[in-house]
């Protein structure tokens, strides 16, 4: 449909009034046409024209007022795409709408949590992405109103950040956590998308997964932003509070930076962000938030989205041409140009025609102008936002150059003080040893004045000494002359006596002084004792070494003549030696002339020789080169047999091929020991050539009779290791190859053709062949002993359910009970049949053999029987099992069913593998046909009464709807609905599991025989009498009967592959 984008002024200026009005409803069908064009339900991103167009309506009228008047009539709980896309549009509509939309989005907060709610609770994979989506749409708003510093873009400064976090530590641990829940739902919502892609199987280039993935552009765009301020808040949180208290936050935040870290790594993978968005890439490992130093390594994530070139705009219905609205949609604006100008006048154009044209024209220059501007402004803005990344980097770099700085003066800070600490320790210790001397001179002054104190006292004492004699004697004079100086005698008496006590006073204060004097001289008297001690034990030293040296001189002197001595002997001897070497020297030169002739002779001698020896290695060199251009004629002649037709009826066992293998490795071993010696690299290469073209023919022998890809490999190996031996070969016929022969090329084919030939050996039982017809006899006498405990065991249970229960429970068991009694006689006959015919068999196909002879001889017809033997037993006893659990009320009925079906199989092998080597005409054949026959139709009645038991038992609740509304019944269908494709998938995943188990058991079943049989992989069926439209039950899958015995089903018997148990 033809419209035009913008009117032109001229064309509006001839309006008759109501621009207004007309520009408002132009704006409204705009809004109204851009949102159902962006949020519909078709499983698409969103075109990011409509969502531009979307988010320039919020700016023109600056809010979201038109938006969510358009929103709320969406029919939003009806498709869970169509809620998706839409919580997709909120959230750009929030990212970079006027600021004003975050407060019109808080008064529709209601409904955004019903839309979650309500998609929450179903089952729908976009409804879970929906109920995470509005979630994170709620945090959002309610981050960015409690938080206005923060615009929805997250994109603030470092600045900002700082002032919103403020230097309250309460309010910075607080913002932490709320930008930690912010993140977690980010995360939850990528790692919501990213799982659903993974179960889904789908890729970013096909439209569902880029639905899903178009809204992790806005995630991204997020978590870089709250990435970096988390980084930044716990690097100002350790800054202020201990490390201990922050162990938390440190644990909350190393698991979103995991998350994160994956979520980028996985979306920058995708070729849809590649185009769209530039994912930046995280560091390794986390910031250390304990090192303050590791805030300079941290780098900002910095997310660019790249300008495209503006996409193809649809143009808009502002002045429709066309002759009615589209059919189906109401009739919103009439046709502004008839309401202005009139309907048209038929074909013929009027000057208003050809001015709209002109004017169309106009437009068109205009808006390929206005586009061409816009490529520029583009491109302007790539440069600009590129120079800004530059400048940011420089930014961060600088930075970081600050924080260096910053730690290395911190560094240099902390060595001033130690230096400081260090010159102050000095200072101190220098004045301790100035005090010190201060003090050890203070000391010998005060000795030096006790000294001269000390010699004073005695000065005085000797005084006194002299006074006192002097006295004495004119006490003397006194007495003789009494008679005559009687009066003076008095006089100089009391004088005596007054000078006594002076003298004794003065006395007693020098005894004191004295004594202080005296243990200070003996003090002194014991050092110099002492030091006498000393020198008189130097004394006694000196007096010893004396006499020493006296001895020493002594033997000196001896020794001297004992010398002279031994110089007159050594003239002596020197003169005898003179003599003795004239002689040598003689003899010496004799001797030379006799080394030079020999020495002749021998050189002549070694030329011979080499001459001879080189002549023997050439001689052995040729016999060498003609074994190996022999052994290389024999190789070439095996590796050529391998494409000869006629080679294609030769056959080998795998047994044989590995014991030629095993003893061409001994041979290659042999080979490299000796390939130094000619000869015994001649017999070495000799036995190596037989084995290995022994080996290589063998090989291909043995793979005609392998599968085709086992064959295909071994004939591969063979080639190989042809052409291995054939460079081998070439080596051994270069005489300086020889030197580097590598024997160990032909090793590796060896080893694989070894190896090949162990895989292809048949797998058997565990029994020698010689025990094989005792293992036979066993297993079909516990298999009968097997169903007789089973059938006493059912007589057992039915006596127990006759006292423990009554009414239909008893006749239900009863009857389950008789038919499991009546297969188990059933099969009791077949086994019984069984044993006759092989007996029959036994004796007609042995001659004169033994019967353990006839067994090992046909050994894989025994282990068929072995193993079909012990599966009857084996589903014998399961049977009883079930029938126990069914009747005690703890087992199911399906259990017993399964049972029956494999017994069923179970029995037909057993037929199967008799009936291989039995007479067509044995009438133990034809009894043993229809014991088979009877044993299926006994298992269709087990069956058929399992299933009437379970109907009459389990009962059918009848359903109530009464009391149930139009909207109740559609939420119950809806519920119901829902539940049968859970079952119809959960079903879909246990037929598919149950295929992978049948397979992995044929292949195993497959790999049990031999290399040269086929082996028929098939399913057994159950049996005929009973139909059921449920698929096929697995079976026990077996070796296949031979060829030549083809079973057919009108005897009741089904071929089945018998299996090793």
């Not at 100035?434 to 104190?453: D, H, I, P, V």
């Not at 079909?780 to 006596?799: C, G, K, L, P, Q």
Request: aromatic share 4%; proline share 4%; hydrophobic share 35%.
């Amino acid at each position: 449909m033809n419209s035009i984008k913008n009117v032109p002024a001229r064309v509006l200026s001839r309006r008759p009034g109501h621009s207004l009005e007309a520009e408002r409803e132009q704006f409204d069908k705009t809004q109204a046409i851009s949102i159902s064009k962006a949020i519909n339900t078709q499983e698409a991103p969103v075109k990011e024209k409509h969502a531009r167009r979307i988010i320039l309506g919020t700016h023109h009228e600056k809010g979201a007022f038109t938006f969510w008047s358009y929103a709320i009539g969406l029919p939003l709980p009806s498709s869970s795409i169509l809620s998706w896309k839409f919580c997709h549009v909120l959230h750009k509509v929030l990212r970079d709408g006027h600021p004003n939309v975050l407060h019109d989005c808080q008064r529709y907060r209601s409904n955004i949590r019903e839309i979650g709610d309500l998609w929450g609770h179903l089952h729908d994979r976009y409804g879970q992405l929906v109920n995470v989506y509005t979630k994170l749409l709620l945090t959002k708003i309610s981050f960015h109103l409690k938080h206005p510093q923060f615009p929805a873009g997250l994109e603030v400064t470092d600045e900002v950040l700082e002032k919103a976090a403020g230097t309250d530590v309460n309010n910075i641990f607080q913002l932490t956590v709320e930008m930690f829940d912010y993140m977690d739902c980010e995360l939850k919502l990528s790692e919501s998308v990213f799982r659903q892609l993974n179960t889904a199987i789908a890729v970013s280039q096909m439209s569902s997964g880029q639905c899903r993935l178009a809204p992790l552009i806005q995630v991204i765009q997020d978590c870089s932003h709250l990435y970096h301020y988390t980084v930044k808040l716990l690097f100002k949180l350790h800054s202020c509070l201990p490390a201990d208290t922050l162990q938390g936050h440190r644990d909350r935040f190393h698991e979103q930076f995991h998350s994160l870290r994956n979520f980028f790594r996985r979306a920058s993978d995708m070729l849809y962000f590649k185009r769209l968005i530039q994912i930046p890439r995280l560091p390794e490992g986390p910031p250390n938030f304990l090192r303050a130093s590791a805030l300079a390594e941290h780098i900002k994530p910095v997310v660019v989205i790249p300008e495209e070139a503006p996409e193809d705009e649809e143009p808009e219905n502002l002045i429709e041409i066309s002759t009615g609205p589209p059919a189906g949609e109401p009739v919103v604006v009439a046709d502004l140009f008839d309401q202005t100008f009139g309907p048209p006048n038929g074909s013929v154009k009027d000057d208003r025609d050809l001015q709209i044209e002109s004017l169309k024209r106009e437009v068109e220059m205009l808006r390929s102008e206005l586009e061409k501007i816009k490529l520029e402004a583009q491109r302007y803005i790539a440069q600009l936002k590129s120079q800004v990344n530059a400048l940011e980097g420089e930014l961060e770099e600088q930075r970081k150059q600050k924080q260096k700085a910053l730690v290395d003066n911190e560094q240099l800070r902390h060595e001033l003080a130690q230096l400081r600490a260090a010159q102050l320790e000095g200072e101190r210790s220098q004045g301790l040893r100035e005090e010190a001397e201060r003090k050890a001179s203070a000391t010998e002054a005060r000795y030096n004045k006790l000294k001269e104190k000390h010699s004073e006292l005695v000065h005085v004492h000797a005084e006194l000494l002299r006074k006192n004699a002097d006295t004495a004697k004119q006490l003397t004079v006194t007495q003789q002359s009494q008679e005559e100086v009687a009066r003076v005698k008095e006089q100089l008496a009391f004088q005596v006596e007054q000078v006594k006590r002076e003298s004794e006073l003065k006395l007693e204060e020098k005894s004191d002084q004295l004594e202080k004097l005296k243990r200070e001289l003996e003090a002194k008297a014991g050092e110099l004792a002492r030091a006498q001690e000393a020198l008189s034990h130097t004394e006694q030293s000196k007096s010893e070494l004396s006499s020493r040296l006296d001895t020493l001189s002594a033997e000196k002197d001896a020794l001297s003549g004992a010398v002279r001595q031994r110089e007159a002997d050594l003239l002596a001897a020197q003169s005898l030696v003179r003599e003795t070497e004239a002689a040598l020297s003689r003899e010496q030169q004799r001797s030379s002339q006799e080394q030079g002739e020999l020495q002749g002779r021998l050189a002549e001698r070694e030329s011979q020789e080499q001459g001879l020896r080189q002549r023997l290695l050439d001689e052995q060199f040729a016999v060498l080169r003609g074994a190996a251009a022999e052994a290389a004629g024999i190789l070439q002649d095996a590796v050529s047999k391998l494409d000869d037709p006629l080679h294609l009826r030769c056959t080998s066992s795998p047994d044989y091929l590995v014991s030629r293998a095993q003893e061409a490795l001994d041979a290659v071993s042999t080979l490299e020991e000796g390939h130094a010696q000619y000869l015994t690299s001649l017999a070495a290469l000799t036995r190596f050539s037989h084995l290995a073209a022994d080996t290589i023919i063998n090989g291909g022998a043995t793979s005609h009779l392998a599968p085709t890809d086992p064959a295909d490999r071994l004939i591969d190996t063979c080639r190989e290791c042809g052409a291995r031996a054939l460079e081998l070969m070439g080596q051994l016929q270069d005489q300086q190859a020889l030197r580097h022969m590598q024997a160990s090329l032909v090793r590796t084919p060896l080893q694989g053709i070894l190896q090949l030939g162990q895989e292809l050996k048949p797998k058997s039982l565990d029994v020698r062949q010689e025990e094989l017809g005792a293992v036979v006899d066993k297993e079909m006498a516990a298999t009968s002993a097997a169903i007789e405990d089973a059938v006493r065991r059912i007589e057992d249970m039915m006596n127990q359910a006759r006292h423990a229960s009554s009414g239909v429970k008893l006749e239900v068991n009863e009857r389950i009970l008789n038919s499991c009694t009546d297969l188990m006689k059933a099969i009791r006959l077949l086994v019984t049949t069984s044993t006759s015919l092989q007996k029959e068999i036994v004796e007609s196909g042995r001659g004169a053999a033994t019967q353990q002879e006839f067994y090992a001889k046909n050994s894989r017809w025994t282990e068929g029987l072995i193993s079909a033997s012990k599966a009857v037993g084996w589903g014998a006893t399961q049977l009883v099992e079930a029938a126990d659990k069914v009747v005690l009320h703890t087992g199911k009925y399906e259990e017993l069913i399964v049972c029956s079906h494999e017994i069923a199989a179970s029995t037909a092998q057993l037929v199967a593998a008799s009936k291989v080597k039995a007479n067509k005409h044995s009438p133990h054949l034809s009894r043993l046909q229809e014991c088979s026959r009877t044993v299926n139709e006994r298992a269709a009645n087990v069956v058929a009464s399992t299933k009437s038991g379970q109907e009459q038992i389990e009962d059918r609740d009848t359903m109530d709807f009464s009391g149930l509304s139009l909207i109740k019944l559609k939420k119950q269908e809806m519920e119901t609905q829902v539940r049968v494709l859970e079952l119809e998938k959960t079903l879909e995943a246990e037929r598919m599991r149950l295929g992978e188990l049948r397979k992995q058991h044929y292949v195993l079943a497959g790999a049990s025989g031999s290399p040269g049989e086929e082996v028929a992989i098939r399913p057994s069926t159950a049996p005929r009498s009973v139909t059921t439209k449920k698929p096929p039950l697995a079976q026990k899958p077996s070796v296949a009967p031979r060829q030549d015995h083809q079973l057919d089903k009108k005897d009741g018997i089904y071929p089945a592959q018998l299996v090793n148990y």
